[in-house]
């Protein structure tokens, strides 16, 4: 992540907040501090040389986010994004298919939902 000015300060605090915390990290397992900071060395070695400021201001807020959770769950392992599935959220990939539910089958035809319990 070869940047200058305020991209380079950015980088440079994140990575030392990442240290920090591998170092300070209390769990039940003792591997996971040395994990975070083989981790944190492998990513930031992997992006060294990204030159595009758009991405390392996306690269650093993944980042931030990632030490963010992390510290509130208290797992370190980068964890999956939630996509949906029950909430309005959901629904736009869910409309195309039909689900079958409790013996019914939900059909979607013009923009109505039609439940068809014989098939």
């Not at 400021?53 to 963010?68: S, Y």
Request: aromatic share 6%.
């Amino acid at each position: 992540m070869a940047t200058s000015g305020k991209g380079r300060r950015a980088v440079l605090d994140l990575y030392r907040k990442i240290i920090r915390t591998g170092l300070k990290w209390r769990s039940k397992d003792v591997a996971e501090g040395d994990w975070i900071l083989q981790e944190a060395s492998k990513v930031f070695r992997e992006n060294l040389h990204v030159k595009n400021t758009n991405k390392i201001e996306e690269l650093v807020a993944d980042g931030e986010e990632r030490l963010t959770v992390a510290k509130w769950s208290n797992i370190p392992y980068a964890r999956p994004v939630h996509m949906g599935g029950g909430g309005a959220e959901g629904l736009s990939g869910h409309k195309q298919a039909a689900q079958i539910s409790k013996g019914r089958r939900r059909v979607n035809s013009s923009g109505k939902t039609v439940w068809k319990t014989n098939f």
